[in-house]
């Protein structure tokens, strides 16, 4: 799958809509930004079940600011609309496959269960007034 460009159109569509992505923040600026693309498409062809997308912090740079990023490349970390990691510099292709492997092996149930149980006090709280 080719990495989709994410810009303030569709962020919220391609985090919803996708269970896995992996978010790369980057300028044309940045030689290591660059150095790292084309690892980054790499893996992408290589894992077609995971959308991989690149943002252009000088194009959308209040995408970057509220994830407080302060240097690039970044990577960040999607599953289930719920951001698990964020790696700060470039990776090699080795080290990024084992942080795929390590990102699609991550256990989100816990983190499930706790915002389930929230929304379900929230509407026992609300029902209850």
């Known amino acids: 799958m080719p990495v989709v460009q994410l810009s303030k159109h569709n962020f919220k569509q391609i985090i919803e809509q996708h269970p896995f992505v992996i978010i790369d923040f980057w300028a044309s600026w940045c030689e290591p930004c660059l150095a790292f693309a084309d690892t980054f498409e790499t893996a992408s ?36 609309q719920i951001v698990v990691d964020a790696q700060i510099g470039a990776m090699t292709a080795q080290e990024l496959d084992q942080a795929i492997a390590a990102w699609g092996a991550f256990d989100i149930s816990e983190i499930d269960r706790h915002f389930n149980e929230k929304a379900q006090k929230e509407g026992a709280g609300a029902t209850a007034v």
Do not use: G, W
């Open 45 to 80: 062809s290589q894992h077609a079940d995971i959308v991989f997308a690149q943002i252009n912090i000088d194009d959308d740079p209040e995408i970057a600011a509220s994830f407080n990023l302060k240097q690039i490349p970044a990577l960040l970390v999607t599953r289930q």
